[in-house]
Every structure is written in structure tokens, then in C-alpha cells.
């Protein structure tokens, strides 16, 4: 199975509804390419520029941090008091790690979920706004089983921490992908993640890379957003039909009266 489990990540439980809220264009995209698309982690910077990136505390000089002694392979824990004797290493050490993060968040690759039981308002207004939105509902067990490419493809839960108070996990490279700040704990995502590390020494790395998955198995149903007309949930049954999809389509009561 090319989906593999890290010791380092969090994954939720089998039956975990998932939540992928989009519009017609990029499910249509979907539908016909059999794919999902998994865009670098550098195109997230118009929503938030910090992806990819540990917290700003992982750089505070009061932290003990572990660096490389000069040419010797060996590695000792520097802290504050330590710097002085140290010289400029604790510096140097700093620069290497932001520029190490900087080059790593540009082969990281995700696709993005919305964990939830039931389905959420603020995703459809986030995500879903305009009338021809959708979300595409599956659980963790059978998106992981739904993957047909030979990529190594890993799975997390977001872990969310406070900037002013908290710093990050360091030790591993997946960790500054599943780590965002608290302001986005709304949220609540999952995360397919691939690591395109042949891709690291590329000057131009892909924007976003392809992963071949089998829809049937993977889709449990199809939501049409509340707010969207009546005439499209026609058009997008009759289209998941055509296209050989045997999956619930139904229609969002999120916005029905009380009656």
C-alpha cells in the first residue's frame, strides 16, 4: 500500500469523517484525472505565510539547541550561557536552520481536510463560496486505501500551538508541516502529506504534484452546499453519473426552516 504510517505523526481514527470542501472546476479536475492535486507548501502564502515554518520561539537564544561543532561531526547543547564561549556558531547555527526550513517547505506537498463529524458553516463560507460549491466526504480509512500511486504518501492531524507562549517539535522534518498557529484551529485538518526530498537540490522545484487515487473507493458521499440552486445538484448528479461514480449526491439542509 503506497500510504505509510510515520512514528512521528498523528493520525485520526479509521472512521474519521473527512471533509473536502471545493467548487465544480476543481472537482471536475478531480473526477477527470483521477487525481488529487497535493500543491507545494510556498503556494499557502497568501493565507498564511508561515506554513512550512517552526514558531518564531524555536529561534529564541534562551533555548537550549542542539548544533554542529565546527567540522567535527559531533554535536553538543548549546544554551544562553554557553554562547559566548560558542562564538558566532550559535548565529551561524540559527541562519542554517531558517534557511534549511526555507528550502524545505518548497518539496513539501499536501491535500488538505476538514475533520468533522457533521458539516461546518465557516468551511462553506471559507471554502465553498459560490453557488456551485461541494464538499467531497470520505473517511481516513478509505482515503488511505484509495491511494493508487507509488509516491510515499504519509497522513497527520494539524497540531495547533500558541505563538506568543509555545514552540514547535523540532527533530523531525515532518513536524513544521503538521504545526500551524492556534488562529487557524477552526480548521480542525487533516493532512496527506508527500516529501519530494529528490526534488530538494532542484532550483525550480513543482508547484504541486499529482496523486492517483480510486475515487469510488475513496468517496462516501457528495455535499452540495446549502446556498447553492436547485439546478445544480442535478448537474453535478448527472455528472458524477456520467463519469461512472456510483456515490450519494444530496443536498446540505444546513440552511432548512424549523419546522
Same mark, same amino acid.
Given at each position: 500500500m503506497p500510504y505509510k504510517t510515520h512514528p512521528n505523526l498523528k493520525e485520526p481514527g479509521p472512521d474519521q469523517a473527512l471533509w473536502r470542501y471545493t467548487d465544480f472546476a476543481k472537482f471536475a479536475a478531480l473526477v477527470q484525472t483521477g487525481t488529487l492535486f497535493l500543491p !507545494?507548501?510556498? +503556494?499557502?502564502? *497568501?493565507?498564511?505565510?508561515?506554513?512550512?515554518? &517552526?514558531?518564531? +520561539? $524555536?529561534?529564541?537564544? $534562551?533555548? &537550549?539547541?542542539e548544533v554542529e561543532e565546527h567540522n567535527d561531526t559531533s554535536s553538543r547543547i548549546y544554551t544562553t550561557t554557553q554562547r559566548v564561549a560558542f562564538g558566532d556558531g550559535f548565529d551561524n547555527a540559527m541562519a542554517h536552520m531558517l534557511k534549511g526550513h526555507k528550502d524545505m517547505r518548497? /518539496?513539501?506537498?499536501?491535500s488538505c481536510w476538514h475533520m468533522n463529524?457533521?458539516?461546518s458553516d465557516a468551511q462553506w463560507r471559507i471554502y465553498g463560496g459560490n453557488?456551485? *460549491? +461541494?464538499?467531497? /466526504?470520505?473517511?481516513?480509512?478509505? +482515503?488511505?486505501?484509495?491511494?493508487?500511486?507509488?509516491?510515499?504518501?504519509?497522513?497527520s492531524e494539524v497540531q495547533y500551538y500558541?505563538? *506568543?507562549?509555545?514552540?514547535?517539535?523540532?527533530?523531525? *522534518?515532518?513536524y513544521p508541516v503538521i504545526c500551524k498557529r492556534q488562529a487557524f484551529a477552526h480548521e480542525r485538518e487533516f493532512r496527506l502529506i508527500y516529501w519530494g526530498a529528490t526534488e530538494w537540490n532542484r532550483p525550480a522545484p513543482a508547484m504541486g504534484v499529482t496523486l492517483a487515487v480510486?475515487?469510488?473507493?475513496?468517496?462516501?458521499?457528495?455535499?452540495? !452546499? &446549502?446556498?447553492? &440552486?436547485?439546478?445544480?445538484?442535478d448537474t453535478l448528479a $448527472?455528472?458524477?453519473?456520467?463519469?461512472?461514480?456510483?456515490v450519494p449526491v444530496v443536498k446540505s439542509d444546513l440552511l432548512q426552516p424549523y419546522t
Open positions: !507545494s507548501l510556498t +503556494l499557502f502564502d *497568501a493565507t498564511d505565510p508561515w506554513e512550512g515554518f &517552526p514558531s518564531k +520561539l $524555536n529561534f529564541d537564544p $534562551n533555548r &537550549p539547541i518548497r /518539496v513539501f506537498y499536501v463529524d457533521t458539516e453557488d456551485c *460549491a +461541494l464538499a467531497v /466526504v470520505t473517511t481516513f480509512d478509505r +482515503l488511505k486505501k484509495a491511494i493508487l500511486d507509488a509516491k510515499d504518501v504519509y497522513g500558541n505563538q *506568543a507562549t509555545s514552540h514547535t517539535p523540532d527533530g523531525n *522534518a515532518f480510486d475515487l469510488q473507493a475513496m468517496i462516501e458521499s457528495i455535499v452540495v !452546499s &446549502p446556498r447553492s &440552486p436547485a439546478w445544480f445538484m $448527472n455528472f458524477a453519473k456520467g463519469a461512472g461514480l456510483s
